[in-house]
C-alpha cells in the first residue's frame, strides 16, 4: 500500500484508486524523484480520477483514472492497449506562463475534451498517471509481441508510430505540467531543477580498421584490389600483415577524434565495448587483448567513462550475459574504482522488455542506456530522463536505471531506416530532437559510432551537435 506518512511537500495531497497500489507508488515515485521530493500525502479513494489538491488552496485539480484501474482480466491484454490516436490539449488559458507549448500531447484516454473547471474544481482530461505509466514500463512492448527480422521492438510496430508519438517527451512534458500544478496549489514549494545535458556515446563495435586475423585481412585484400579497385587501400593492407598500424588507423583516429572533441565542447563521453564475441556480428572483439585495454585507459585517462557491450546474442540468454559481463568486469574494475556506475548498452540494440533488464540488474549492472528505436530516433519510453524500470506483470521495481537513447546515428543514415543521405536535413533533426531535450531539461542522449567518424562531412556534422546550445532552447 501507499506510505500515507512520507513526509509531504508542503501542503500537496494527492488522491489515488485503491487498484493497483504499488504501480501508483511507482508513478508517485517517479513524480517525487523528478521533483527532488520525498513523497506525498498520499490519499486512497475509490473514484476512478486522481485529486491533487493542498491543505493551502480551495482549488482541486482532477485527472481521469482510466488505465491503471482497467479490470484484472483485461491487464496485459492485447485489447487493453490505447489505439495511439493522438490529440492535442489547448492550456493556453490554463498554464499560460509555465508550459513553453501550450498545447499537450494527448492519447490517453480518447476522445478527451477540454479543460472544464466548476466550483474550484479543474478538471483536466488528461490520464496522467496512466500515459506515464505505460510509457515508461514499455507496457506496449509486453502486450505486443511483433519483432523485426532480428527480434526487436521497432518503431514500426509500436502505437507510438500514430501521428508520431514517439517525436514528444510526453512523459516528461506531463511532469511540468504536475509540476505547475503543484506551484499553483503552493507557490512556496521548493522544486528540484535540472539542467539539461548531452549524454554522448559511442558503441566501440570496430575500435580498428587494421583488424582481425590473417583470413580477414586476405578477405579485405581481395576486395581492395577487386571491389574497391584501390592500389592504395591494397598496399596498405598487405603491409598491416607485417606492421602495426595504429598510427594511420582510421577507425581509431575517429575514437581519438570524439575523445578530443567531447573533451572541448565539455561532455564525459560513453564508450562501450563488446567483451566477448559469440556472433559473427560482435566482430571478434575481446576486452582481453591489451590494445583494447590500452585504448579503455586512453579513454578514462581523458576523463570520459566505459561501459559494457554486451554481444549480439546475449539479449536473452542467461549464460552469454553473465560471462560478457563478468569478462568486461575484469578491465574495468582494473581502470575505475568499484564505486563506479556500470553502464550497459546493448550490441544491435538488442533489447527484450521482459528478459534483457532482468539479465542486466542480476549481474550488477547499474544504469541500461539501450531504450531507443533502432530505426527512429525519438522518444521510445517518452522521456530523455533517466528512471527505474518497472515490470507491469509482477508490479515490482526491475533493480535497474534506463537512461533512454534518443538518437542513433545510424537510424538516420542507414538506407534500411531512414536512409538520408543529406546532411543539413540530418543536422535540421538532430537540432530539432535536441531542443525538445533541452526544452524539458533532459539528456540529448546521442549515439555515434566511431567508424561513421571517418568521413570530414560527418565529422563537422557531428561537432555541430555535441556543443551545447548558448541558451536554453524553447519547445516549438
Ligand atoms: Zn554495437
Redesign the pocket.
Known amino acids: 500500500m501507499f506510505n500515507e506518512n512520507l513526509r509531504g511537500i508542503g501542503s500537496i495531497w494527492i488522491e489515488c484508486p485503491i487498484e493497483r497500489p504499488d504501480s501508483f507508488s511507482y508513478v508517485l515515485g517517479i513524480i517525487a524523484d523528478r521533483f527532488g521530493v520525498s513523497g506525498f500525502s498520499v490519499r486512497s479513494a475509490s473514484r476512478n480520477v486522481i485529486r491533487i489538491g493542498s491543505t493551502l488552496s480551495e482549488s482541486v485539480y482532477e485527472f481521469p483514472c482510466e488505465f491503471l484501474t482497467m479490470p484484472q482480466a483485461q491487464w496485459l491484454s492485447f485489447g487493453s492497449l490505447p489505439r495511439g490516436h493522438l490529440e492535442f490539449l489547448d492550456c493556453s488559458k490554463e498554464f499560460p506562463i509555465f508550459l513553453q507549448s501550450n498545447s499537450l500531447p494527448v492519447f490517453m484516454p480518447e476522445g478527451h475534451g477540454e479543460i472544464l473547471i466548476s466550483n474550484n474544481c479543474i478538471h483536466i482530461p488528461v490520464d496522467i498517471f496512466g500515459t506515464i505509466y505505460f510509457m515508461l514500463t514499455r507496457y506496449e512492448e509486453y502486450v505486443n509481441l511483433a519483432r523485426d527480422s532480428m527480434g526487436r521492438f521497432s518503431m514500426k510496430s509500436s502505437i507510438l508510430r500514430d501521428k508520431e508519438i514517439y517525436s514528444y517527451p510526453i512523459v516528461d512534458l506531463y511532469l511540468i505540467l504536475l509540476e505547475n500544478i503543484f506551484l499553483k496549489l503552493a507557490p512556496d514549494i521548493s522544486i528540484k531543477k535540472r539542467l539539461p545535458k548531452i549524454d554522448v556515446s559511442c ?1 566501440v ?1 570496430h575500435p580498428f580498421f587494421y583488424a582481425g586475423g590473417i583470413k580477414t585481412r586476405i578477405k579485405r585484400l581481395i576486395g581492395d584490389i577487386f571491389k574497391r579497385r584501390s592500389l592504395r587501400a591494397a598496399a596498405l593492407t598487405s603491409l598491416s600483415f607485417f606492421k602495426n598500424m595504429d598510427d594511420i588507423d582510421c577507425y581509431l583516429k575517429a575514437l581519438k577524434f570524439i575523445i578530443e572533441v567531447n573533451c572541448q565542447a565539455g561532455n564525459s563521453a560513453t564508450f562501450f565495448f ?1 567483451p566477448i564475441s559469440n556472433h559473427k556480428n560482435d566482430n571478434n572483439n575481446s576486452v582481453s587483448d591489451s590494445r583494447i585495454y590500452k585504448l579503455m585507459k586512453l579513454i578514462t585517462d581523458g576523463g570520459h567513462k566505459v561501459g559494457v ?1 554486451p554481444g549480439f546474442l546475449t539479449f536473452m540468454n542467461d549464460f552469454l550475459m553473465r560471462e560478457a559481463i563478468d569478462a568486461f568486469k575484469k578491465p574495468f574494475f582494473k581502470l575505475s574504482s568499484s564505486k563506479n556506475y556500470i553502464y550497459s548498452r546493448q ?2 540494440l538488442m533489447w527484450e522488455v521482459s528478459k534483457t533488464p532482468k539479465l542486466l540488474a542480476k549481474n550488477n549492472v547499474d544504469i541500461d542506456c539501450s531504450l531507443g528505436f533502432n530505426d527512429h530516433p525519438g522518444f521510445r519510453a517518452g522521456t530523455c530522463h533517466q528512471f527505474p524500470l518497472f515490470d507491469p506483470r509482477t508490479e515490482s521495481l526491475i533493480g535497474i536505471i534506463e537512461s533512454p537513447l534518443i538518437v542513433m546515428e545510424w537510424s538516420l543514415f542507414s538506407p534500411n531506416y531512414m536512409g538520408i543521405d543529406d546532411l543539413d536535413i540530418a543536422k535540421k533533426i538532430l537540432i530539432e530532437l535536441k531542443e525538445k531535450c533541452f526544452s524539458v531539461d533532459g539528456s540529448f542522449s546521442i549515439l555515434w559510432h566511431n567508424n561513421h567518424l571517418v568521413d570530414s562531412n560527418y565529422k563537422k556534422l557531428y561537432e555541430d551537435i555535441i556543443f551545447p546550445f548558448d541558451e536554453k532552447a524553447k519547445f516549438k
Open positions: 558503441d563495435d563488446i557491450h550490441h544491435y
